[in-house]
Structures are given as C-alpha cells and as structure tokens.
C-alpha cells in the first residue's frame, strides 16, 4: 500500500537511499491508524502521525524565450487578459519582463448591452487603441503579440461561453480572434483561452508567500511539500477552483494546471437555517433536488444569502440598506458586506457565505489532500482580507471552523498548508505565463514552416 507517487526520484540513488526506510516506516503508522480507525467502526478519529518537514520549495517558471527568426527584427509582445464574470483585466507585456506596460480595466455588462455578442471584441479594439497612444514606438506593421485570456467558464475548441453573463451571450473565441484582420486585432497572431483558474494556478506558483499570502493554518510555509499538489479556490462573481500536480520523475517541468468545475457541486447545508436556505434556492432557482455552491459561495451568492433572510426575517430589514441592496444590479454582495454590523441580517448573511466558503474550500482539501498548498483566491478573498478580516482570519472565525468541521478525518487538514491572497492579479499572472509557452510553441511552428 506504499504510495509511490509520495517518492521523489530525483536523483534516484539519494531518494531511495535516504527517504525509502523512512517512507515505509510513516507509510506503515498512517495505515495501521486507518486500520485501528475502521476496526472501531468509524468512531475513533483518524489522527495524522507527525512526518517530516520538507523546506517550502519556490516553483520557478521557465526562463522566457528568446525571439528567434523569423522573429528577429519584430516588436514581440504578450497580452494577457483576466475575463472573469464581472470585469475584465487586459495587460501588456514585454517578453522579457513581469510589470506590464499597459494595463485597463472593463466592466463586461457595460458592454454586452451595447455591443452584444461582440463585446470583447469591442473591448479588444479599445485597448489596442489605447496601447499604441501610451506605449512609445510601436509600429502596426512590426507588432507580434501573441496572447493568452483567462477565463470563467468552461472552454471548449479554444472558446469561452460565459455562463454567468448575460444568458451565454458573452463569448470569447481565440481562434476567431488570432484569424482576424479588423483594426488592429490583426496584430494578434496567436490567442490561447484557458480556464480563468488554470491562470489563478499559474499565477500562484508567482506568489511571494511572505508578503502576497495569509497563513490561515499556522506554520503553513514550512509545511509545503514541494512535489505536492496544489489547488485553488476562489470566490468573485462565481467560485473557481483548479488543481497542479507536478511530475516525480521531471519535477525541473514544474507544475501543470489542470481546470475544474467544482464550484458547481451540490451546496451542502449545516445548519438547521441553511437547511431552509437551501429549500429557498431550490425554489427560486426551479431545481427539485439541488443547488450549486456556487449559489452561496460568490459575490451573487452572497445576495442570494441576504435575500432569503430578509423573506425569512422582515421584521429585522433595515429599510433605508435594503433599498440600497434592491437598487445595486450586480454588486449586491458588496452593499451587503459594507453593511455588516454585528447582529443584523447583512452580519448574519457574511456569516453563513465565510462559513459555506470554509466547509467547501475544506471539502476540496478532503479530497485532493494538497500537501502543496491550499491557496483561497479570488476578489472576495482579497477584499475580506483589507476589510473584513474576521470573517476568515483566526481559528474561531466561521471560515476557519467550518474548514476544519470534517468529523473523523478533520485532523487531517491541520497538516494541508492553507493560505488566503491578498492580491487579485492572479489570473493575469498566470495568463502571461501561458502566453509565453505559446509564444514558444508559435516560434517552433514558424521554425518549421
């Protein structure tokens, strides 16, 4: 029952010789716990034996690509873009440097009322405009720029629909994108869709743990293994969540990001208001048997969280907020975190999103067992953080609690290292990273041809 991916083979001489004896020894402790746990029927817990502690391991990217022929003499670019279901983030990068030279922001239902299914194209066509007024010297003629979006939904044939935007009208579509030659999109040679928490992946290999990162498990740093896997969770407009694993065999590879849909697994309940919460989403909703956690755990979580207490309890609306909530569109969630105050039903909606939040991030720790990291992203964790810390931050904060309310396996996410994010550029880290693998892979096609 030796676990051999737990065996790190590089170099294999040294790993077999000096982590073999000690693996078995562990491996031998960890089965003979489980064995006493099902011997007594479940009822005792599973208790993790103590093993020993490998440094945390920086994941360095590849070294950028050179620009080789027939390249040479191109002013070569990266765009990378973070599309997520509320705004997007466009940057521009140099091959050679991470800080972008140009970034912009947009607010996607802005332009999906007026420009439909060509809103990001739309989108596109401004920011290339106002790249070639802000960065010095760029010619149309010379500009290379291969590109990579992140984004928040599932990606079929190099495009995205966008489920949680107007109905699926928003869709980006790389290879319509790379083929064009309207304005100034023909400069774009290359555009790679990838899911926008394989970017969060990426990107937080990028992280500075130090500075970028609260350890919500103490000692968490120092508890990475670095041939573990990671994963991310993070709410914004939806719940994203990703998962990397890294090869034993070629770990000098680093880690390759896989996506995941499990922010669309079923909303579990637990507590006897939750429980009615549920049977008011199901209602609203129109689903017989279940609700995504999705519903609970995001930024339209959130309101749908405050909506229902305030149908359940209106005699504690407070009349002048509430209207401010029924007036916000879809920032909702945000009337309702700045109107948190102990006791009233904002307070009590945050309380059961950081729980739900905590129980979910929890559950996907259950079953990947991350010993590299779990890493809680996303713009609501960022902004919980500069904000409204308690509600994430500490052992007895309803994140935290209900994180480790997993019954007779909870010890062992007390040895899974957890941390939140501050930042929010994640995705556009990430997306970078991956148009530099594409400007590597679009040079050797050239090449060939």
Not at 77 to 91: F, H, Q, S, V
Not at 194 to 202: A, C, E, L, R
Not at 265 to 284: F, G, M, N, Q
Request: charged share 20%; with cysteine; net charge negative.
């Amino acid at each position: 029952l030796l676990s051999v991916s737990t065996l790190h083979w590089k170099p294999l001489e040294r790993q077999i010789n000096t982590k073999l004896p000690l693996m078995i020894t562990e491996n031998a402790k960890f089965i003979a716990t489980i064995a006493a746990a099902a011997a007594a029927g479940g009822a005792m817990a599973l208790t993790m034996t103590n093993r020993q502690e490998i440094p945390a391991k920086v994941a360095t990217p590849p070294p950028p690509p050179a620009v080789d022929e027939p390249l040479v003499g191109k002013q070569v670019y990266l765009l990378a873009g973070d599309i997520g279901g509320t705004n997007t983030r466009l940057a521009l990068f140099s091959t050679t440097g991470k800080e972008p030279v140009y970034v912009d922001y947009f607010r996607n239902l802005d332009y999906v009322n007026e420009f439909g299914s060509e809103a990001f194209h739309e989108m596109l066509d401004k920011y290339l405009e106002q790249c070639f007024k802000v960065v010095s010297g760029l010619k149309e003629s010379d500009l290379v720029i291969v590109a990579c979006f992140a984004c928040a939904g599932p990606i079929s044939n190099n495009a995205c629909e966008f489920t949680n935007i107007a109905d699926g009208l928003f869709v980006i579509d790389g290879n319509d994108i790379a083929e064009s030659t309207k304005k100034l999109r023909g400069c774009i040679k290359v555009a790679k869709i990838i899911n926008d928490f394989v970017g969060q992946g990426y990107g937080a290999l990028d992280l500075d743990l130090a500075t970028e990162t609260v350890e919500l498990t103490e000692n968490s740093k120092a508890m990475i293994d670095p041939f573990g896997p990671k994963i991310c969770v993070g709410a914004g407009t939806g719940l994203g969540q990703c998962f990397m694993t890294i090869s034993s065999h070629h770990p000098e590879f680093g880690y390759e990001c896989f996506p995941s849909e499990g922010g669309h697994v079923e909303y579990a309940p637990r507590s006897d208001v939750e429980i009615e919460l549920l049977r008011h989403l199901k209602t609203k909703f129109e689903q017989q048997h279940r609700v995504s956690v999705e519903r609970v755990v995001s930024g339209i979580g959130l309101a749908n969280v405050y909506e229902f207490l305030a149908g359940r309890f209106p005699e504690q609306v407070d009349k002048e907020a509430h209207k401010k909530f029924l007036e916000a569109g879809d920032m909702q969630g945000k009337v309702v975190s700045e109107n948190a105050e102990k006791g009233n039903l904002f307070f009590q909606a945050m309380n059961i999103f950081a729980s739900a939040y905590g129980s979910e991030v929890g559950s996907a720790g259950l079953k990947f067992i991350p010993t590299g990291g779990i890493y809680v992203t996303g713009g609501i964790t960022a902004k919980l953080l500069e904000y409204n810390p308690e509600y994430l931050v500490g052992p007895q904060s309803p994140f935290m609690k209900a994180f480790h309310d997993k019954g007779r396996v909870a010890p062992l996410l007390s040895r899974v290292p957890l941390f939140a994010v501050k930042t929010e550029d994640l995705g556009l880290r990430g997306a970078r990273v991956s148009a530099l693998r594409e400007l590597t892979n679009y040079q050797s096609t050239l090449a060939l041809n």
